[in-house]
């Protein structure tokens, strides 16, 4: 109770302060200029943002986020500058793990690595399960990390392991990463193991349902996409894809076929920020330079391992074609075009795309970039946080009721 009427405290605090100073607080917002607008309402509306592999890279180099870090993209001073509120802590299990064993283990293991960020610093991180308890930690002051997997992997084939993992936090599932797995088709694996879903992970959807955990569709082959349109009965999520109308071809991001019908299942697809996600341009700089450096490493072979970390950054900063944060803002435009401004979202892949972040996104200080470009194509501040959380919120909240209901019956 003591929960409950805190929350409602703050929301009824908000509401009589919005009507109070609500024409007032317009007035200052659009006195100001276009930039200093966008600062202003990152801090304003919730930041959430579906994918930032902070864990992943804390388990190469572990690192006081709590304040300002010098590698990476996140930690608590520079999300604070960006305004970012709930970065979705990405629970990666790569694929190896489906083959050696010890998915389960390691995903614990990013669990705990998540929940003592929060626990070692309690004034500037909280844990958060469902979409009220990020806004009492933002009321707070506090950055909110939900968690979600990345590849379903560590359900080993134990479907008690989904209401297991919710229990532990997990509130979205990526059923696969970059190889077909037990539950499904990888979009970057050419085998087509199930041709889609297999039995387990029709089971694993309707479990899913059940318990409450979001259904995310990135990185599943367009089969398995499909299949699990047909099977959800609550709406799904791509927590870290983008448009495929910009990479013609290239199955990981999504086509306008799936982001409509996406869209009518009520969903939402997150943009990834990584320049290969946004344009083909930055796909074929890359696929250039794979070739060349494997045609280079052939030519020297006595090289170290140091030698050839040293040619491989120099070259990629001079031949790599990077997208700027105009290229994000042109996949939200092409979401809103077919599918409406209610189904997408942010979904960064912060601390996973590696140095293909775009000029202007490099790191979670600069989401008010992405809303000053947003407010200058005539996005309303409403859209805007749509955009920001209140699509996710939908998405999030509506699982939940799908599981209640399912529960009941």
Not at 12 to 29: E, P, Y
Not at 152 to 179: C, M, N, S
Not at 230 to 259: K, L, V, Y
Request: hydrophobic fraction near 35%; proline fraction near 3%.
């Amino acid at each position: 109770m003591k929960y409950l009427l805190a929350i409602c405290l703050l929301i009824a605090f908000s509401t009589c302060n919005d009507r109070s100073n609500g024409k007032a607080n317009q007035q200052t917002m659009d006195s100001l200029s276009l930039k200093d607008r966008a600062s202003a309402l990152a801090q304003k509306t919730i930041i959430l943002d579906g994918h930032v592999d902070l864990p992943y890279r804390l388990q190469s180099l572990m690192e006081d986020v709590g304040v300002r870090t010098n590698g990476g993209d996140f930690d608590f001073v520079r999300a604070r500058e960006g305004g970012l509120d709930a970065p979705f802590m990405s629970i990666y299990v790569p694929s190896s793990y489906q083959e050696d064993g010890g998915a389960a283990a390691y995903a614990d293991q990013l669990i705990d690595l998540v929940k003592n960020i929060a626990a070692n610093n309690p004034d500037k991180f909280g844990i958060a399960k469902n979409p009220e308890e990020v806004e009492l930690l933002f009321h707070e002051g506090k950055i909110a990390l939900p968690m979600g997997m990345e590849n379903g992997a560590p359900l080993e084939k134990d479907i008690t392991k989904v209401q297991y993992f919710y229990d532990r936090g997990i509130r979205y599932i990526t059923l696969t990463h970059a190889k077909d797995n037990l539950i499904c088709d990888s979009s970057y694996d050419t085998t087509r193991t199930w041709n889609g879903l297999s039995d387990f992970g029709r089971q694993v959807v309707q479990e899913m349902n059940k318990v409450g955990i979001m259904v995310d569709v990135s990185h599943i082959s367009d089969e398995a996409f499909f299949q699990v349109m047909e099977i959800s009965q609550a709406p799904a999520i791509a927590s870290h894809s983008s448009c495929r109308q910009f990479t013609p071809g290239w199955e990981r991001n999504m086509s306008d076929e799936m982001i409509i019908e996406l869209a009518k299942n009520d969903g939402v697809i997150q943009i990834n920020f990584g320049s290969t996600f946004l344009d083909q341009a930055s796909r074929n700089s890359s696929d250039q330079i794979k070739i060349h450096q494997q045609q280079w490493e052939e030519q020297h072979p006595d090289l170290t391992a140091a030698e050839v970390e040293n040619y491989r950054s120099q070259y990629h900063s001079q031949n790599y074609v990077y997208a700027d944060v105009s290229k994000v803002a042109d996949h939200i435009d092409h979401v809103v075009s077919i599918a409406g401004v209610e189904h997408v979202g942010l979904g960064s892949d912060f601390d996973g795309v590696g140095n293909t972040l775009p000029e202007g996104l490099k790191d979670v200080s600069q989401y008010p970039n992405l809303i000053e470009e947003l407010l200058s194509r005539g996005y309303s501040e409403q859209d805007i946080a749509k955009i920001c959380y209140q699509n996710v919120f939908r998405v999030w909240n509506k699982t939940a009721e799908v599981a209640a209901k399912l529960k009941e019956n």
